[in-house]
């Protein structure tokens, strides 16, 4: 089962990190864009990370023109994901390898429904922001890991050698062990940065707001339902803040861009494991409704 060729799906700052990781470490790599004028876009400005031309053979918005590859990367945000699945079918022949490293847990039924024991879901401990045009640029982080789950074994071992090549630091994991750990970090981290304006660096140096973020990480873990992989959550919030320190994250980027949150897709998984949202997660719970207020209020 090797994996040569690469489509990325849903171009933007974390598939123009992975791009360019693959395309140096010899991979042929594809992107599936959303529209043909975000194709020609990339196909004219080309793709730049930190400054480097990214070598890309193929960008298009049509997956059939596109044809099958080894392995196809999911790449978008939760709002995003059925569209970005109807589109992609066309990448995925019998053999394909389909990655998804997605905050939240609500992609994993669709994607494991559209593509069964193929799909392997992933957490990335990465920082990225796109830049005007489609320049990114790398913002700390270099881990990756690979969630296993009995039948996609073989798959995410042969995944995550080819990553450790293109210079991650990449661990196998049991696939819910994976999602929920970086789940509890993902709902300490970004509501926080979303929601005080600041780059993951700040939420760790200002002390009102690192106490906040440990205490929203110490939440969040306290509701997961298997044992996270950190041994203490918010230790493990405040070091990811600080290796992804120039980074604004995700959901930050999201509520500065004017669209749609994963609030939804990170918080909700915690505040439905508990009798009473406001007394038991009181942290999540207020971010929660903080973030759905300021996206009313557009
Ligand atoms: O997952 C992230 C995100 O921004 O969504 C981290 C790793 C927290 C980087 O900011």
Not at 28 to 50: F, H, M, P, W
Not at 245 to 260: K, L, P, T
Request: include cysteine.
């Amino acid at each position: 089962m090797a994996l040569e060729t690469f489509t990325l799906v849903g171009p933007g700052a974390t598939a123009g990190v992975l791009a360019d990781s693959l395309s140096r470490a010899g991979k042929t790599v594809r992107l599936l864009a959303k529209d043909e004028s975000q194709a020609a876009a990339i196909r004219k400005d080309g793709l730049k990370v930190d400054g480097r031309a990214v070598e890309l053979d193929a960008v298009s918005a049509d997956a059939e023109r596109l044809g099958t590859s080894d392995a196809v990367v999911f790449c978008v945000k939760s709002p995003k994901l059925a569209s970005a699945i109807g589109a992609a079918r066309p990448l995925a022949g019998p053999d394909t390898t389909v990655l998804s490293i997605q905050n939240g847990l609500a992609h994993v039924a669709p994607l494991r429904r559209a593509f069964g024991s193929r799909a392997v879901f992933g957490a990335a401990y990465f920082g990225a922001k796109r830049e005007a045009g489609w320049k990114v640029r790398r913002l700390g982080g270099r881990r990756i890991e690979l969630g296993t789950s009995g039948r996609n074994k073989e798959r995410a071992k042969v995944l995550a050698d080819v990553l450790r090549a293109a210079g991650w630091d990449c661990a196998l994991g049991p696939e819910a062990e994976v999602l929920w750990s970086k789940l509890v970090l993902n709902a300490a981290i970004n509501p926080l940065g979303a929601l005080a304006g600041v780059p993951n660096g700040e939420l760790a140096s200002r002390p009102a707001l690192k106490d906040l973020l440990e205490r929203a990480a110490r939440e969040a873990a306290s509701l997961s339902p298997v044992p996270p992989r950190l041994k203490r959550a918010d230790a493990a919030a405040v070091r990811l803040c600080k290796a992804t320190a120039g980074n604004f994250n995700s959901m930050a980027q999201d509520v500065a861009a004017g669209r749609r949150t994963e609030a939804d897709a990170i918080l909700l998984p915690f505040l439905r494991r508990t009798h009473d949202p406001a007394s038991d997660a009181p942290v999540l719970f207020g971010f929660y409704r903080f973030l759905k207020g300021l996206e009313r209020g557009r």
